[in-house]
């Protein structure tokens, strides 16, 4: 790797400095773009000091378009980069606006190596890399607006990304209800233009849904608060056509952002941020969340567990945004002290079931508080499993519990 070491070098502000962290408090490496179409350190410096009043340039590293990778501060020093989870996170920007213009190969290959560097130094995982879109409160922000599913695909390989097969496009227009990977035509091409137009880089604009385009299409689901699945369907059209995006300032000197608040308790959290990524994010604490969201408790973080996290964080006021981090935790804590457990199956029977349960369920479903367990409780049962879209049996199981409570 060609690094220029720039720590002494740079800009620095008159009387204000970063504050300081070991090393073993770094748990993510968070990959920008600069949102510019050029740029360079030095210049990246002068508008976080002299513009934005900062201590110094936000980024750890910048990878310039040759390959060239500039060092600007000790892995130690909190910079302002990723709002709330700077304390945890290493900054890599990389020059350049890639919701426009195309990642190029020396500029990736210099920042896939300088991430598995950095991988070993610090002991982490590919799961750790997370682009700045992906940290929690930040889903709305095209920041670095490149695939970071093929990103991390390529950190696990010396090969990198399969290149995509020139594929002849249809020249005929086609208009299908559903689009999803695999698709190609003249339809493909023009939700592709639409997403561009958007601000979420599809790669080339080629009519084939391949794995940028889907990797696009679930980030803006993300961004519209909508079902996060890659297919292009009636309710993605809908947002399509109606989307308004956060505005942010011009980002002259990349996307980046000043701690806030919330950063206290990103640092006094020692459990692992839960998101989607691919491959799914695996583990107890994925039954945990699951249990507590009434997901299907297989233990995976996938689609669903992120739909029904967000549902929680919704009806909680949180950020929705999908992404177990400190915060939805700690709602989640709160959750575990004063939601009722569950203690049996209940359902239909002769004699009727009566009990506490019964009475909390009932609450819960809105009908009369008798304590017994006849027709009307069970229809009530029936009527949420439907609207749930779980399983319609009227019988109250550990899943239904959970979806209740």
């Known amino acids: 790797m060609n690094i220029n070491d720039k720590r002494n070098s740079l800009v620095r502000h008159r009387s204000k400095t970063y504050r300081r962290r070991s090393k073993s408090q770094i748990k993510n490496i968070a990959i920008h773009h600069s949102a510019t179409t050029s740029g360079s350190a030095e210049a990246f410096a002068r508008y976080h000091v002299n513009q934005l009043d900062w201590p110094g340039i936000a980024y750890h590293y910048v990878v310039n378009k040759d390959g060239s990778i500039d060092l600007c501060h000790d892995?130690?020093?909190?910079?302002?980069?990723?709002?709330?989870?700077?304390?945890?996170?290493?900054?890599?920007?990389?020059?350049?606006?890639?919701?426009?213009?195309?990642?190029?190969?020396?500029?990736?290959?210099?920042?896939?190596?300088?991430?598995?560097?950095?991988?070993?130094?610090?002991?982490?995982?590919?799961?750790?890399?997370?682009?700045?879109?992906?940290?929690?409160?930040?889903?709305?922000?095209?920041?670095?607006?490149?695939?970071?599913?093929?990103?991390?695909?390529?950190?696990?390989?010396?090969?990198g990304e399969t290149p995509i097969p020139n594929i002849p496009v249809p020249s005929q227009p086609r208009n299908r209800a559903v689009l999803s990977q695999g698709d190609r035509g003249e339809?493909?091409?023009?939700?592709?233009?639409?997403?561009?137009?958007?601000?979420?880089?599809?790669?080339?604009?080629?009519?084939?849904?391949?794995?940028?385009?889907?990797?696009?299409?679930?980030?803006?689901?993300?961004?519209?608060?909508?079902?996060?699945?890659?297919?292009?369907?009636?309710?993605?059209?809908?947002?399509?056509?109606?989307?308004?995006?956060?505005?942010?300032?011009?980002?002259?000197?990349?996307?980046?952002?000043?701690p806030d608040w919330r950063e206290e308790h990103y640092n006094e959290e020692n459990r692992r941020m839960l998101r989607l990524i691919r491959p799914m994010m695996r583990g107890q604490d994925v039954v945990e969340v699951q249990q507590k969201v009434g997901a299907l408790t297989d233990g995976v973080y996938g689609p669903e567990t992120e739909r029904r996290v967000m549902e929680f964080q919704r009806r909680n006021n949180l950020t929705v945004d999908g992404i177990v981090g400190p915060l939805t935790w700690a709602m989640f804590d709160g959750v575990a002290e004063n939601t009722p457990s569950y203690e049996r199956l209940l359902s239909l029977q002769s004699p009727m079931l009566r009990g506490e349960d019964v009475k909390q369920v009932q609450r819960a479903l809105g009908v009369q508080v008798d304590g017994l367990y006849g027709p009307n409780t069970q229809r009530a049962v029936r009527n949420f499993q439907r609207s749930a879209g779980i399983s319609v049996d009227g019988i109250v199981g550990p899943q239904t519990w959970n979806r209740l409570f």
């Not at 910079?79 to 020059?95: F, K, P, Q, T």
């Not at 560097?117 to 992906?134: C, K």
């Not at 299409?217 to 956060?246: K, M, W, Y």
């Open 187 to 258: 339809d493909v091409r023009t939700l592709q233009q639409k997403l561009n137009e958007l601000g979420f880089n599809t790669g080339p604009t080629d009519g084939i849904f391949g794995p940028l385009t889907a990797d696009a299409v679930e980030r803006f689901q993300r961004s519209a608060r909508i079902r996060v699945d890659g297919i292009v369907g009636p309710e993605t059209r809908n947002a399509l056509d109606n989307f308004n995006s956060v505005t942010d300032p011009v980002e002259h000197g990349a996307p980046s952002d000043e």
């Open 75 to 159: 892995p130690e020093v909190v910079s302002y980069h990723v709002g709330n989870s700077n304390g945890r996170a290493l900054g890599i920007c990389m020059v350049g606006d890639f919701r426009t213009q195309t990642l190029g190969s020396a500029q990736r290959n210099a920042t896939l190596e300088l991430v598995r560097t950095l991988l070993d130094e610090f002991n982490l995982t590919v799961d750790d890399v997370w682009g700045h879109i992906e940290f929690p409160g930040y889903s709305w922000k095209p920041c670095p607006s490149i695939s970071m599913e093929q990103f991390r695909r390529s950190l696990r390989t010396d090969q």
